[in-house]
């Protein structure tokens, strides 16, 4: 157990919908990372927030928009979904923000799109 | 961009054997190499890391090498076991100061008893 929740664990959902999910942080860690995982791109960084605020994007679809609250929870909510979505999502906490750190992933959750 | 290529994709070894896995990658600038190891349907796992400024670190079974000026670093593992079988990733992150990291595409390791 890496002290990073993620809820739900599952997610089935249809074409056009919208979902959140959602990433609490270890204690202590102020940064937040979203990657996504599909068979035919591996790993993919998506978006870094660093103590409630934006830190770095990556090639994050403008369908998809996230947040990380005072509490330091995050939210990654992804819009008019389309099948290509499908995907196992994973947040990350680190303690700072930067390089060296190590980041600590969630269990992950697993969105299909029907 | 920001690039990391890993090889092989795929490897089978006898348990005993050791087993290396190589990744490049394009940003000159990036100073830490994560490597991590995920079970089928697990979260990513840290196994190992390398800083820039470090050519080697071991720890017990596993090493990993970096090669600055190449751009290339390679984990080791010696004296495979079973229970290493899994998908590896490769990492690097860049000049970004952000952490964001940037993996390689992944390598399933499977140790044949």
Redesign the interface.
Request: net charge positive.
């Given at each position: 157990d890496?002290g990073v929740t993620q809820t739900p664990k599952h997610l089935i959902t249809a074409t056009g919908q919208r979902v959140t999910l959602r990433c609490s942080p270890r204690s202590g860690d102020l940064?937040v990372?979203w990657?996504q995982q599909s068979l035919d791109q591996?790993?993919?960084?998506l978006i870094?927030y660093?103590n409630g605020e934006e830190?770095?994007k990556?090639n994050i679809l403008e369908r998809f928009s996230a947040q990380q609250f005072p509490d330091l929870h995050s939210e990654l909510n992804l819009s008019s979904l389309e099948l290509g979505d499908s995907a196992l999502y994973?947040c990350a906490s680190?303690r700072?923000?930067?390089?060296?750190?190590?980041?600590?992933?969630?269990?992950?959750t697993r969105l299909t799109v029907l | 961009g920001e690039n990391v290529e890993q090889h092989p994709s795929t490897l089978s070894v006898q348990e005993g054997d050791s087993a290396v896995i190589k990744c490049t990658y394009s940003d000159s600038a990036s100073n830490y190499f994560p490597w991590y190891k995920q079970e089928l349907g697990k979260r990513p796992q840290l196994i190992i890391d390398i800083r820039s400024n470090v050519g080697e670190k071991k720890d017990q079974r596993i090493a990993v090498t970096l090669n600055k000026t190449a751009k290339h670093f390679s984990l080791h593992i010696t004296e495979t076991q079973p229970e290493d079988s899994a998908v590896y990733f490769c990492a690097a992150i860049g000049s970004s100061n952000t952490g964001k990291l940037i993996f390689g595409q992944g390598t399933t390791l499977q140790v044949k008893p």
């Open positions: 890496s940064s990372y990657y591996g790993l993919q960084f870094q660093y830190r770095a990556g994973f680190a700072r923000g930067n390089s060296y750190n190590e980041q600590f992933f969630g269990p992950g | -």
